[in-house]
């Protein structure tokens, strides 16, 4: 796993041909356990990094089609898994808990519901105020740019960019790590405005 912009956020990624991207995973380091964001499987060497910052005691997916390697990594490991309420009823996988709109799973990382794109509750969360994660509709195909999931995927593209204009008018963000493409750890809310902006 390499360090992102902050000594206690690593990441990892998996380059994905058929789309031309990189697809990314999160660890979120903290004294009262770990939590993983949409975790693609691990090499034995991020195997072994992960046991050394501590394992993790949560993993949260922000959508069904992120579940990725979450329920391998939560057997080994002895992870709850958090998933988005509104697709409890067809989740691939068990979770232990189902979030909602701005719950706070952790102290300082909080849930919000995106409307209107390829899966009915995908997640956003956001990391102490200032940073985004996100899973499938908001993504950077271009370096220093965001855009959005490609409106035939949408499953309501008017509620899609209403979900994109309430993430845009957080005060507080800076950095925007994306679950699809380049993550933007300068700028990440001005970039987000943009894109708002061009709805």
Not at 70 to 97: D, L, M, N, W
Not at 154 to 159: A, C, K
Request: proline fraction near 5%; glycine fraction near 8%; charged fraction near 20%.
């Amino acid at each position: 796993m390499k360090q992102l912009h902050r000594k206690d956020l690593f990441g990892w990624s998996e380059f994905n041909p058929e789309r031309n991207l990189d697809f990314h995973s999160v660890l979120w380091v903290r004294i009262n356990g770990n939590v993983l964001i949409d975790p693609l499987p691990l090499s034995a060497h991020d195997q072994n990094h992960l046991r050394q910052l501590g394992g993790a005691k949560f993993i949260v997916i922000t959508n069904s089609d992120h579940c990725r390697d979450a329920f391998h990594i939560a057997k080994v490991i002895g992870a709850s898994i958090y998933g988005p309420a509104r697709e409890q009823e067809s989740f691939p996988i068990t979770c232990q808990h189902w979030l909602h709109d701005k719950e706070e799973i952790v102290p300082g990382l909080v849930a919000y519901q995106l409307n209107g794109s390829k899966t009915p509750g995908e997640l956003v969360l956001v990391l102490e105020q200032n940073t985004l994660i996100t899973g499938d509709l908001i993504r950077s195909h271009i370096g220093g740019e965001l855009c959005l999931l490609p409106e035939t995927k949408l499953s309501d593209v008017t509620q899609a960019k209403q979900s994109v204009k309430r993430m845009a008018d957080l005060p507080d963000i800076k950095t925007v790590l994306v679950g699809d493409g380049w993550p933007l750890f300068n700028q990440g809310g001005e970039a987000l405005k943009d894109l708002a902006n061009s709805l």
